[in-house]
């Protein structure tokens, strides 16, 4: 494998992508000359350049340094220019896997992957690891300001989102695994079966250290089939989870708006019977599901409980997860990656939940084709469901084709023709979404926009 330790410069090609940019930032803070290019403007943009990294909009031969070693982002298309370049130039190149395999080879690897909620569980562990002064490495595939995406520690543990979206994933050797679910996302690259998803997690699982540990979801279907998938293997399990059977169960005794932003109350018996109580400042189930894991993990690394306990109360407030952007006399402006219909059905659930005398405005990007494609009835669903009136920006392509028949129009309409009483309307751009969403900030709405591209534009664009 390349040896990045080799050379002092770096250039990564689809710097934006929520995967790139926390990896420019653990190289530039590892000591390398970093630069990168996008061909849009991107959320994290001014922080890359804060930290002196180089940041070019746009293509260009020009922009790939003939001496660096060039990392390159799943999401290009062959014919990128300044991938061709750098393979004119002889430039020594990898993909952003094989970057990240290179980093964690001496590392304890702590790895968290799974279809929905990964770089949540990412988050806290990572922060929880750090209040608990274990000094961890961390790479996490979002770009986050409330919390650092990237950090250099000084100990050999690494915590890293392994996204299971492709199969290059079964090429790590993790020492941990945080297993958040598997669902129906990303099928496209397991010849559209959750049979090949779930053999391929399984394998991943397979991966771990003797003395290594795996961390399930107790609620979710699988669970029990890994669990008997994994007898003969010896591997130690540790369950997280409402059901009875977990070795950590939560309980939410409260989760409310306090006018300023969501406050939950839980509770968590161990497997010893013992009770103790937490509170975190993000909204309900699936955001103390990983409080559970992180707090699962510093036991299983020997932190003792009390001390572990008290670190709950350091977990994050992360950017786009049910993010309150602007709270007004009526309309309430929220912000979230919901990269699939079932995340986007979470956010609108919690909606409904907290706001239940509010209506709810969804303006949504559909992320990739493909995406939309495959789980096309699934937004008609969860859309027409769950929300009083309808915006829909065009797909957020990410370097992906066009396919014919499926597009935000073609969603808006099949939404028309379900039972659904409120607006939907189809716009051609973030600008003309945001225009029309201010009609609803003297009524009492909550305005969520959804989507991990960057319809995020509207909620700043509205909260100004």
């Given at each position: 494998?390349?040896?990045?330790?080799?050379?002092?410069?770096?250039?990564?090609?689809?710097?934006?992508?929520?995967?790139?940019?926390?990896?420019?930032?653990?190289?530039?803070?590892?000591?390398?000359?970093?630069?990168?290019?996008?061909?849009?403007?991107?959320?994290?943009?001014?922080?890359?350049?804060?930290?002196?990294?180089?940041?070019?909009?746009?293509?260009?031969?020009?922009?790939v340094p003939p001496d660096a070693v060039v990392i390159y982002s799943s999401a290009l298309n062959s014919d990128n220019i300044e991938l061709n370049t750098a393979k004119r130039q002889n430039n020594p190149m990898m993909s952003r896997i094989e970057a990240l395999k290179e980093i964690s080879k001496d590392k304890k690897l702590i790895a968290i992957t799974g279809s929905y909620g990964k770089s949540t569980a990412t988050s806290f562990v990572s922060a929880i690891l750090e209040e608990a002064n274990l000094n961890p490495s961390w790479i996490i595939g979002a770009d986050l300001f409330n919390f650092k995406p990237a950090n250099i520690g000084s100990s050999d543990l690494l915590v890293l989102e392994c996204d299971e979206s492709k199969k290059d994933f079964l090429e790590f050797n993790p020492f941990f695994v945080i297993l958040t679910n598997i669902g129906n996302d990303h099928l496209s690259n397991y010849e559209n079966s959750k049979e090949n998803l779930y053999i391929a997690i399984l394998s991943f699982l397979k991966r771990i250290s003797e003395m290594g540990v795996i961390f399930l979801n107790a609620d979710d279907p699988m669970s029990e089939r890994i669990i008997n998938d994994l007898k003969s293997s010896s591997k130690k399990i540790v369950k997280c989870g409402k059901t009875d059977n977990a070795d950590y169960v939560y309980k939410i005794k409260s989760s409310n708006f306090n006018h300023k932003r969501i406050v939950t109350s839980f509770s968590v018996k161990e497997k010893d019977s013992n009770v103790f109580t937490a509170q975190i400042n993000m909204p309900g189930e699936r955001n103390v599901l990983d409080a559970c894991f992180a707090y699962a993990v510093l036991i299983e690394l020997g932190i003792r409980k009390e001390i572990a306990r008290n670190l709950l109360k350091a977990l994050p407030i992360l950017d786009r997860r049910f993010e309150i952007r602007h709270i007004g006399e009526k309309a309430l402006i929220i912000d979230d990656e919901g990269d699939s219909p079932f995340v986007i059905e979470t956010v609108l659930k919690d909606a409904r939940y907290y706001f239940p005398d509010k209506k709810i405005l969804s303006i949504v990007q559909p992320h990739r084709y493909s995406r939309l494609k495959s789980l096309f009835s699934q937004y008609v669903s969860v859309l027409s469901n769950y929300s009083d009136d309808i915006i829909i920006t065009p797909v957020y392509e990410a370097s992906e084709s066009k396919i014919e028949g499926i597009d935000s129009f073609s969603l808006g309409s099949a939404i028309r023709k379900t039972s659904f009483k409120g607006n939907v309307e189809v716009v051609s751009s973030l600008s003309e979404a945001a225009n029309m969403a201010k009609f609803y900030f003297k009524k009492n709405y909550v305005i969520i926009t959804l989507g991990p591209g960057n319809i995020w534009q509207v909620a700043d664009e509205l909260s100004n």
């Open positions: 494998m390349l040896s990045l330790n080799k050379f002092k410069k770096v250039h990564l090609i689809g710097i934006g992508g929520v995967g790139m940019t926390p990896l420019a930032i653990y190289l530039k803070d590892a000591g390398f000359d970093v630069t990168g290019s996008d061909i849009q403007d991107f959320r994290f943009r001014d922080v890359l350049l804060s930290k002196g990294i180089k940041v070019n909009i746009g293509h260009s031969s020009e922009n």
